[in-house]
């Protein structure tokens, strides 16, 4: 029952907005027809009685919006369900209106959308209301409240911002566990909000607790599951056998030319890859750019050409990143690169959406995006490690497998709708890691160059 008027107000709040836009469009264009009824239906008469006549026209309008709102999207609010059920034979939310499709249905929707917009959103805080409350019932805690101003705001807290709550609270603690190598949010298949760790060893899953605690502010405690899942160690994905690219000083550290970027200020452009890939003898906490710092494009085993110079990297809590400028564009084989027009930042939305990557040393991979935000550990070939928050992962699609292998750092993850999505930094047996490419740019004031 509770997802039937959950399903009819979501339609209902929806479907009052459209009915608000047309009611106001013909207040605005009525008073110019010259018909002295609909004259000042946007001014507020002192007049009692002309006060009482304008509001029962304005409420005409409402309906008369209503029924047009209604007649515009009547089979919004039957054919979702039937194609549903006729495929699925899963009963939908909404199918019971199947039953009552008549005039009678009609009339009653065209009158409760002239409620407006704001009537049907009180309705859904209601109904939202009476979903925590049952689950708050059950929680011995929710007695310990002390005023009715805890009980609402208790109420009007989700699972969902709970969990979001105690995960930044405690990320940076859970990363630093022995054993851990990557941290995320998830959901169980009831579409209870839980954590996913990840373990370098089965020892470490076996020591974690399976229910992490949290207090909140008020000192109310809150138990959220943990899904464990032993990957191995997430490694900085560089390595001899694979790279298309490499610094001049260190040839044998190779990996993947991501993409082409340009400034934004400066209109000058770069290649864009890992700082692990590209950074030579330079620093983790600086960069001091040295002359003649060439990156190299490997031909062949025996050959490699000077494409661009390096100049800018680091590695923080956000990027493992370094760009070269380039010496002329003429060198980049730009029919090479994938075709990319914008980028997008991957959030929750994401969630199981088919990417390509194009890695030097697996060539072109197909992946899926399993999870948007993940704060990962990453082991380098120096013995170095960096946590690193807000990047996502990829598995295969048919299994949780890495997609990449060593030398597809700096690959571009993409959407054949031309989204550029991000660059992969490492991976474990299960799962590769990839930095958001909005965020690169954010951070370096720079974007992507568009294959024409």
């Not at 689950?135 to 805890?150: I, M, T």
């Not at 705001?153 to 969990?163: G, S, Y």
């Not at 609270?169 to 630093?176: A, E, G, R, S």
């Amino acid at each position: 029952m509770e997802d039937k008027l959950l399903a009819f107000a979501v339609a209902m709040f929806v479907l009052s907005q459209i009915s608000e836009r047309i009611s106001n469009f013909i207040k605005l264009y009525l008073p110019k027809t010259g018909i002295e009824v609909f004259n000042n239906l946007d001014v507020h008469s002192e007049d009692e009685e002309m006060e009482k006549k304008r509001e029962r026209i304005i409420f005409l309008i409402s309906i008369v919006a209503g029924m047009l709102t209604t007649s515009l999207f009547w089979n919004f609010l039957s054919y979702i369900p039937k194609a549903v059920t006729e495929k699925s034979h899963i009963e939908f939310p909404l199918q019971w209106m199947l039953k009552y499709k008549d005039w009678g249905l009609f009339l009653a929707i065209s009158f409760f959308l002239s409620f407006g917009a704001k009537f049907w959103h009180d309705i859904l805080d209601i109904i939202y209301f009476y979903k925590n409350a049952k689950r708050n019932l059950q929680d011995p805690e929710f007695y310990k409240l002390g005023s009715v101003e805890e009980v609402e705001e208790r109420l009007k807290q989700t699972p969902t911002e709970i969990a979001l709550l105690a995960f930044n609270f405690n990320k940076d603690n859970i990363l630093k566990r022995e054993g851990v190598v990557a941290f995320s949010r998830g959901f169980e298949a009831d579409g209870t909000p839980c954590f996913r760790v990840r373990f370098k060893d089965r020892s470490s899953a076996a020591k974690f607790e399976n229910e992490v605690l949290w207090v909140d502010g008020r000192g109310f405690e809150h138990r959220i599951k943990v899904e464990k899942l032993v990957t191995g160690p997430v490694k900085a994905q560089s390595a001899q056998i694979g790279g298309k690219i490499f610094n001049a000083a260190t040839p044998w550290r190779t990996g993947t030319a991501g993409y082409v970027f340009k400034d934004k200020f400066m209109k000058k452009q770069y290649i864009l890859s890992c700082y692990h890939v590209m950074k030579a003898e330079h620093s983790w906490q600086s960069f001091r750019r040295r002359s003649m710092e060439d990156i190299k494009y490997a031909i062949d085993d025996n050959q490699s050409q000077s494409i661009a110079t390096l100049f800018f990297g680091y590695r923080n809590e956000l990027l493992d990143v370094a760009i070269a400028q380039i010496n002329s564009l003429d060198l980049i084989d730009m029919d090479s690169l994938p075709r990319v027009a914008w980028t997008a930042y991957v959030n929750k939305n994401y969630i199981g959406i088919r990417v390509k990557i194009k890695g030097m040393s697996s060539g072109l991979v197909d992946a899926i995006i399993h999870e948007p935000y993940v704060d990962v550990n990453v082991e380098y070939e120096d013995n170095s490690n960096q946590f690193f928050n807000d990047f996502f992962s990829l598995s295969l699609p048919d299994e949780l497998k890495c997609p990449t292998v060593g030398g597809d750092s700096g690959a571009l993850v993409y959407r054949e709708n031309g989204e550029a999505l991000g660059i992969i930094v490492g991976g474990s047996d299960s799962l590769a890691y990839a930095m958001k490419i909005p965020v690169i740019e954010d951070s370096l004031g720079i974007e992507i160059v568009p294959v024409s």
